[in-house]
C-alpha cells in the first residue's frame, strides 16, 4: 500500500495550530531522571547509517543523543568507516556492519545486531546513508527485531516508506519521521510548491497512513502525530541551522528525549525547539551565517537545562 496524492474532492481538514514555547514545554515535562539511577536508566540509543562518504552523520546523531541526556551510545556502521567513528565518539559502543561496494550499509548484515536492536529504547535509522533503496531495505529488516524501541527514520531512509505504508504499523512506540520539503515530496509525489502552499494536508495523511508523527523541517518546522487534530508549530531558530549536518543533530536529540521516556510527540516537539533554540545560541555568538552543526552539541544542555527550570 503506497502513499498517494490526495484525490479530487477528497476533504482537506485543518489541524488546529500550537505555537511551540516555553510555556508549552512546562507542560509537557520530560521525565525527571533519578538521581540513584545509573546509564541503563537513562535509556540507550542506537544509531544505524553512515556510509564511507559520510561518517560524520553517525558522530553529530549519536552525541546529539547523549547531550539530550540518553545514558548509552551504540553505533552501527559499515565496517570500513567503524574504527573511524570509534576514535572520534570514544562514549560509544561502535558495532561494524556489512556493507556493500558502495560503501553503504548491508540490508541483509542487519540480522548480526538483532540482540542491540531488541534492546535499544531509541534507534536512527537514515543519516549518513546515500543509497535509499539499501536504507529502505535496512528499515524493513531492522523493523522486523524491534520490541520497545522508539524509531527515528530520517534522509534517505524515508524515501522507500511510501512503497509499503504498512511497515510501521506493527510498532509498540509511533515512530517519529524527520523529513524537509524535498524529502516529504519524494515521499508523496506533491510537489514543493503544493507543499509550500499547503503542507498541514499532507502533513496529516502522511501520519495517519504511516501510524506516525512527522516532522517537516523548514523555517517553521511543523510536527502531526497519527490520531491528533493538533499540529505544532516551531518558529524559533534562525536561518543558519539550514547547513550540512544540522538534520543529523535534530534526529539525535529527539532520540535521546525518546530513550529518555519521552512519549515520541514530546520528544519531537521538545526536539525541534531544542535544536532551534542552540541555533539562536550561536546565532548570538557567532553570527546568523556560519556556525557548523558541530557547534550545536555543545548548546544543547544549556539550552534543555533553561527550558527545563
Not at 130 to 138: H, K, L, N
Request: proline share 3%; with cysteine.
Amino acid at each position: 500500500m503506497a502513499l498517494r496524492k490526495m484525490k479530487a474532492g477528497q476533504s482537506k481538514v485543518k489541524l488546529r495550530e500550537v505555537e511551540i514555547d516555553a510555556d508549552l514545554l512546562t507542560a509537557w515535562k520530560l521525565p525527571v531522571i533519578d538521581e540513584e539511577g545509573d546509564k541503563e536508566s537513562r535509556g540507550r540509543v542506537l544509531f544505524i547509517g553512515g556510509s564511507a562518504e559520510m561518517l560524520g552523520a553517525c558522530v553529530l546523531a549519536g552525541v546529539a543523543a547523549l547531550r539530550a541526556g540518553a545514558g548509552k551510545l551504540q553505533i552501527a556502521t559499515p565496517r570500513t568507516v567503524a574504527t573511524h567513528v570509534g576514535v572520534s565518539v570514544p562514549e560509544a559502543r561502535v558495532l561494524s556492519l556489512k556493507e556493500t561496494k558502495r560503501g553503504e550499509a548491508d540490508p541483509e548484515g542487519i540480522h548480526l545486531i538483532a540482540e542491540h536492536i531488541k534492546a535499544a529504547q531509541a534507534i536512527i535509522i537514515g543519516p549518513g546513508m546515500g543509497d535509499e533503496r539499501a536504507a529502505g531495505r535496512v528499515v524493513k529488516n531492522v523493523v522486523r527485531y524491534v520490541e520497545d524501541a522508539t524509531l527515528v527514520i530520517d534522509a534517505n531512509a524515508l524515501n522507500k516508506l511510501q512503497e509499503n505504508s504498512r511497515l510501521l504499523r506493527g510498532l509498540r512506540r509511533t515512530p517519529i519521521l524527520t523529513p524537509h520539503l524535498v524529502e516529504m515530496s519524494e515521499m508523496t509525489g506533491e510537489t514543493i510548491e503544493a507543499l509550500r502552499l499547503d503542507p498541514q494536508t499532507t502533513l496529516r495523511r502522511v501520519a495517519e497512513n504511516l501510524h506516525a508523527v512527522v516532522v517537516l523541517k523548514g523555517r517553521k518546522t511543523l510536527i502531526a502525530a497519527h490520531q491528533r487534530e493538533t499540529c505544532f508549530a516551531n518558529h524559533a531558530g534562525n536561518v543558519g541551522l539550514a547547513t550540512s549536518g544540522s538534520g543529523d543533530v535534530l534526529a539525535g536529540i529527539i532520540a535521546g528525549l525518546a530513550a529518555r521516556g519521552a512519549k515520541p510527540v514530546e520528544a519531537a516537539v521538545w526536539g525541534v525547539h531544542v535544536h532551534a533554540l542552540a541555533g539562536e545560541r550561536l546565532a548570538r555568538r557567532v553570527g546568523r551565517v556560519g556556525y557548523l552543526a558541530r557547534e550545536l552539541l555543545a548548546e544543547i544542555p544549556q539550552v534543555m537545562s533553561e527550558l527545563e527550570a
